[in-house]
């Protein structure tokens, strides 16, 4: 039984294993299944810049499933070239498969195109296949010559360059394929001019170059330097191209300067400090540069720093001058060596043979200078001196006695004098310099400056010229308690709304200890002042003013005592502000009184001028109802024109004065020149009238002036009738001018019907006589004017009952009196100078 199901089992197992090994060898077979190839396309090279004719088969296109189906598929070609750009450059046959190139292609602008191609049903335009991609390479050949960036560079070379590199890079560029023979470049020096020194190239790699130096430039032989450089690929054939590279070369310090004489002399006074010489030098390198421009330097004979040269920047002269005033009686002659050397430093070229460049020594030369013996001054035993002094003490005290010393001059000989005296507080004895107080000084003074009063004495010797030695004298003052402390503000705000103290400050112009702290209490005689503040601090430099109670806002004043150290009081006021205070503790103003309306404020004022208008208006038209009733217009009014005056022509004036009696009108005032009156006359009488007539018959010009005077005052008594009075006007004018030269003025007035028939009866009895040569002249006859005047004669006045006592005029008006003085006065005054002018004689 147990071998029975062994042999079941290994029957199991081999079934199984014979059941996965076919499994296995199909899937092998399946997956060893070879493909046959669809797409079959012939080698695409294309090389840049082929020469015609185009279009060029350059390829051939081949799909198996185009073979079975060749009337219903097409080929179609895309991408770069085709329908990106650039265009038209390659095309298919789409029944072939033929790959055409249309144009010359230049690799340095497109040097690789993307392609598609595709077999398509014609019907439908779907794909067959897949579609295939291939990218063409175009072949580079050698068309560009490298090329620098630049084709012509300048440069500025110093002229002490070193040998090795200088200061100039070339940088050329191919655009041919890099890593080609067709793209590494050469770069090489092809020419040169001037031939020396010589100048090179150091090629660092196949695009960029160094030019390089060996010997040394001399700005003086030249200036310029060209150089051709060229660069050169190795194609076949090859191509190359070259630039121009200008050196301007920059003069540096290539020569020293040397001194132009070999020894200088100089003087120098005592006691004097200045300029003393100029020394020159003559140098070879271009003027005002740092190659040029010298430098001067001791080598001996200042090692005190007595002398200073420097360099006038316009001559290049070294300036020698003296900072230490020389003293004759110690040294009468002083040995200078000076040397001079450039800015900039020497350059010297390498000697070929040693290849060094040792630099010269610096010239140098000796210059010699001879003290001048002059008068010294007195000097005093100490330059400064200190005394001590109080103040507020009385005048005469000796403060000072000087020490003096000449060595030129007697001593005996040197008088004295203040030099230096703000306050006039000193005198000074001019033989002895003895210093004495004048006037009492105080340490507060404002000519004081920390207690120290300065004083400056001169001593002034008797040589040729007069010296003078000075001498500060400083005066310390000691203070008293001279001052009594005051307040620093004697105002103070007190903001009511926010606090009840402020702070009060005292000063004292004393010094410690006579001033602060301070003892600040209140001056109160009735206690009133202490119900309403107290003081808090009360001693300090400030003292605290406290309001017991709140305080309407206002002005108050406070009387205070301060007192210092030394119980020296003041008696003080103090002004107290209390107020409202905004944000910072200052007093807000009061707001003004003010309305601000809106809309119906404005609409009020309108309406009030419109009342206002309206009330105009009504006004005005009931004006207009009313009738004026106007004074008669005469018809010789005048044109209201200008007259003009300046008409001299003429000829004879008419003297006739005919008499014509003005109109009498009704209420009109009356114009005669600048006098107004109204004038009455009754209807029955008669006037006086006088005319003037002037006429130019040459200018044409008519003057007419009238004026009319009628004046009569009768009664008619008995009539049993009221007289008629009427107001009349005797000045009327009227003006004409017509035409260049002519006027035309009269002054008429209008005449009644009645006085023209008197006028013609008054003249008729002068045509009965005989023909007068001159009427002018003869005998006028007047009309009757009535009774004589009803007033008393002056005839009848008479002074006779007074006899000769005249001693009313004693006692006359003062008017009269102030009258009488000054003529009598005026009397007096001409016998006076009758007197004397017959005392004269």
Avoid at 149 to 166: C, F, V
Avoid at 405 to 424: E, F, G, M, T
Avoid at 483 to 512: F, Q, S
Avoid at 666 to 688: I, Y
């Amino acid at each position: 039984m147990r071998t029975v199901s062994m042999l079941l089992l290994v029957f199991v197992g081999c079934m199984s294993e014979s059941h996965n090994g076919n499994r296995s060898a199909r899937a092998k077979r399946e997956l060893l299944l070879r493909s046959k190839r669809r797409w079959v396309l012939s080698t695409i090279e294309l090389k840049e810049e082929t020469p015609g004719p185009y279009p060029k088969i350059i390829s051939h296109m081949f799909n198996d499933k185009k073979d079975r189906n060749s009337e219903r598929q097409r080929f179609k070609l895309s991408g770069t070239g085709v329908t990106e750009k650039p265009l038209g450059v390659f095309s298919v046959n789409e029944e072939t498969g033929e790959v055409y190139v249309h144009k010359p292609v230049d690799r340095e602008e497109n040097a690789l195109f993307h392609l598609k191609f595709e077999i398509l049903d014609k019907d439908t335009g779907l794909q067959i296949d897949r579609e295939l991609s291939i990218d063409i390479d175009i072949m580079d050949i050698n068309d560009n010559a490298p090329t620098f960036d630049k084709s012509r560079y300048t440069a500025d070379i110093k002229e002490n360059s070193e040998e090795g590199y200088l200061p100039v890079q070339l940088h050329a560029t191919d655009r041919d394929q890099s890593g080609t023979p067709n793209s590494n470049i050469t770069i090489s020096v092809i020419s040169q001019k001037p031939q020396q020194p010589v100048i090179a190239l150091k090629q660092i790699d196949d695009r960029m170059a160094w030019l390089t130096l060996a010997g040394c430039f001399n700005y003086d032989k030249t200036r310029n330097y060209e150089v051709i450089v060229q660069a050169k690929d190795q194609g076949t054939p090859p191509s190359s191209s070259t630039a121009v590279i200008s050196l301007n070369i920059v003069d540096t310090n290539t020569h020293p300067p040397v001194f132009k004489e070999t020894k200088y002399k100089g003087e120098v006074l005592e006691s004097t400090k200045g300029d003393v010489l100029r020394v020159a030098v003559e140098d070879k390198d271009t003027p005002n540069t740092p190659g040029w421009r010298a430098k001067y330097f001791f080598i001996n004979g200042n090692e005190d720093g007595a002398f200073q040269i420097e360099t006038d920047p316009e001559t290049n002269e070294g300036i020698l001058s003296v900072l230490k005033e020389m003293d004759f009686e110690r040294t009468s002659l002083l040995e200078l060596q000076i040397g001079v050397k450039n800015e900039e430093t020497l350059f010297v070229c390498k000697d070929k043979s040693t290849g060094t460049n040792k630099l010269p020594p610096p010239d140098s030369v000796t210059v010699k200078i001879e003290v001048i013996d002059i008068n010294d001054p007195p000097q005093f035993k100490k330059e400064i001196s200190h005394v001590y002094q109080r103040e507020e003490e009385s005048p005469g005290k000796l403060l000072f006695t000087p020490e003096v010393h000449d060595d030129d001059s007697d001593v005996n000989n040197i008088r004295y004098v203040l030099l230096h005296d703000p306050a006039k507080w000193m005198g000074i004895d001019a033989k002895t310099g003895q210093i004495k107080t004048i006037e009492i000084m105080d340490r507060e003074s404002p000519f004081v400056e920390d207690s120290i009063y300065n004083i400056t004495i001169g001593a002034i010797d008797d040589g040729k010229p007069q010296a003078t030695g000075t001498c500060i004298v400083l005066v310390h003052l000691k203070d008293i308690n001279d001052n009594t402390p005051r307040l620093v503000n004697n105002h103070v705000i007190m903001c009511g709304n926010k606090v009840n103290k402020v702070m009060i400050a005292a000063g004292d112009t004393d010094d410690h200890p006579y001033s602060g702290p301070f003892m600040f209490s209140l001056r109160d005689d009735d206690g009133t002042l202490k119900r309403l503040w107290k003081l808090d601090p009360s001693i300090g430099e400030e003292g605290g003013l406290v309001s017991l109670k709140t305080l309407p806002y206002g002005n108050y004043t406070v009387p205070l005592v301060i007192q210092d150290q030394q119980s020296m009081r003041e008696n003080s006021t103090l002004g107290v502000t209390v107020c409202d205070c905004g944000e910072a503790s200052v007093c807000r103003r009061k707001e003004p009184l003010s309305t601000s309306g809106g809309a119906s404020c404005i609409a009020v004022i309108f309406a009030g001028l419109l009342l206002f208008l309206l009330l105009l208006l009504i006004f005005m038209c009931e004006c207009g109802k009313k009738t004026f009733h106007h004074g008669p217009i005469a018809q010789d009014e005048g044109n209201q024109t200008l007259i003009k005056y300046n008409q001299e022509g003429g000829g004879a004036e008419s003297m006739t004065k005919p008499v014509l009696p003005s109109i009498p009108t009704n209420g009109v005032p009356v114009t005669e020149g600048l006098k107004k009156a109204t004038r009455q006359v009754s209807e029955k009488d008669t006037g006086m009238i006088t005319k003037k007539d002037a006429y130019n018959t040459q200018n044409m010009n008519l003057n007419n002036s009238k004026m009319g005077a009628y004046q009569m005052d009768s009664d008619f008594r008995g009539l049993g009738r009221q007289n008629r009075y009427s107001s009349w006007s005797t000045n009327r004018s009227n003006s004409f001018h017509q035409g260049r030269g002519k006027r035309y003025q009269r002054s008429l007035s209008l005449q009644s019907q009645q006085y023209i028939i008197d006028h013609i009866d008054k003249k008729l009895p002068m045509l009965d006589g005989g023909h007068v040569e001159y009427p002018q002249y003869q005998p006028y006859k007047y009309a009757y004017e009535g009774e004589g005047s009803t007033s008393q004669s002056l005839d009848k006045l008479s002074i006779g009952n007074l006899g000769d006592d005249l001693q009313f005029l004693n006692d006359l008006e003062p008017k009269f009196k102030a009258l009488g003085n000054i003529c009598h006065r005026a009397i007096q005054e001409k016998e006076h100078a009758a007197l004397k002018n017959t005392a004269g004689k």
